[in-house]
C-alpha cells in the first residue's frame, strides 16, 4: 500500500470514532515522517515512532466507551456501598447471586487457560491465567464463610436471569471458534470492572458499613489491581498482534461484559425482573 493510500485509510478509520483522532493523528505524523526520511537511520526511525507511541487498544476503548464503563464501575449499588446507604438486603442478594457466577467463571477460565497454551505465543500468559484460578478458589471459599456470617443459604439460591443471560455469555466465550485474544479480552473487562468498582469504594472519603469493608478489599486491595493490570497488558499485546477483524470482534465481547456488569448491580438493587 502506498503511503498516501495508507494515510486516506487512516481517515477513513478515523470517522467511526472520535476517540481514535489523537492517536491516527500520531501514525498519519509517523508515515510522514518516514515517507520524508530517506536517508535518515533506522535508529533515528525507530526513535521518531517512539516517540509517537500509539495508546494501546484498551486504552482507545476505555476512551471512547468511558460513559458505559463508569456505568458499570460507579453503579448506583457500588455507590450506595462506598456511602455507607447500601440495603443489607440488595447485598444479600448480590452474595448469593455471585456466588453462582463466580462458580460458572470457572470453567470460563479453565478454557481460558487451555487456549492460552495452544494459541499464546508468550509462556508467562499461563502464570498470570493460573493465578486467577487459584484466586477464584480463594474467593469460593471466602463466599461460604460470608455467606453464613450474613445467613444466606447458598444452597437455596434460585439463579435471576440477569445471572442466568450472564453465565450463559460466559459459556458462548468457551466455544473453540472463539479466538484466545477475544476471550482474554472478556476475561479481563469481568475482572477489570470489580476492580475498578471496589477500588472506588475504598477511596478517600468512604463511609463503607465495618461489614462489607472486607468485600471491597477483595477485589479493590493493590494486589487485585496488578493483576488485573497484567491481563490488560495480556489483552493489549494478543490485539496489537491481531487483524482487524478479531479487535472489532473483541470490542464488541468488551462492551457485552461491560453491559451484563450493569444489569448484574441492577439485579442487586433489585430492580430487575425476577
Ligand atoms: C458479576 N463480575 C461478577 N462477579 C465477579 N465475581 C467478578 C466480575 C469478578 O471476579
Not at 521518531?48 to 487498544?57: C, D, I, L, S
Not at 458499570?72 to 448469593?96: C, E, Q
Not at 477500588?199 to 461489614?211: K, M
Request: proline share 3%; hydrophobic share 40%; net charge negative.
Amino acid at each position: 500500500m502506498s503511503h498516501l493510500a495508507e494515510i486516506t485509510w487512516l481517515h477513513l478509520s478515523c470517522d467511526t470514532t472520535s476517540a481514535l483522532h489523537i492517536h491516527d493523528v500520531h501514525s498519519v505524523a509517523t508515515l510522514i515522517t518516514n515517507s520524508c526520511s530517506d536517508g535518515v537511520s533506522e535508529n533515528q526511525k525507530q526513535n521518531m515512532e517512539e516517540q509517537t507511541a500509539k495508546p494501546t487498544v484498551t486504552e482507545t476503548w476505555l476512551r471512547k466507551h468511558r460513559l458505559q464503563y463508569n456505568g458499570a464501575t460507579r453503579h448506583p449499588f457500588i455507590l450506595s456501598i462506598r456511602d455507607g446507604s447500601v440495603n443489607f438486603s440488595s447485598f444479600k442478594r448480590w452474595l448469593g447471586q455471585d456466588y453462582i457466577f463466580v462458580r460458572s467463571f470457572v470453567p470460563f477460565v479453565a478454557s481460558i487457560l487451555m487456549k492460552s497454551c495452544k494459541e499464546s505465543s508468550d509462556e508467562s500468559d499461563m502464570e498470570v491465567i493460573l493465578g486467577g484460578m487459584a484466586s477464584l478458589n480463594d474467593e469460593i471459599n471466602w463466599f461460604r464463610n460470608e455467606a453464613s456470617k450474613f445467613h444466606v443459604s447458598l444452597t437455596s439460591v434460585v439463579p435471576q436471569n440477569a445471572n442466568v443471560n450472564y453465565c450463559k455469555f460466559l459459556e458462548s466465550l468457551m466455544s473453540p471458534e472463539i479466538e484466545y485474544s477475544v476471550a482474554i479480552t472478556a476475561f479481563w473487562a469481568i475482572e477489570a470492572v470489580y476492580q475498578e468498582s471496589f477500588a472506588h469504594c475504598l477511596e478517600e472519603g468512604n463511609s463503607i458499613p465495618q461489614e462489607l469493608q472486607e468485600t471491597c478489599e477483595r477485589w479493590g486491595n493493590a494486589g487485585f489491581g496488578a493483576y488485573c493490570k497484567s491481563l490488560r497488558d495480556i489483552v493489549d499485546h494478543c490485539l496489537q498482534k491481531a487483524s482487524p477483524e478479531v479487535v472489532s470482534k473483541a470490542e464488541v465481547f468488551f462492551l457485552s461484559v461491560v453491559e451484563h456488569e450493569v444489569e448484574f448491580w441492577n439485579m442487586s438493587v433489585g430492580e430487575a425482573s425476577m
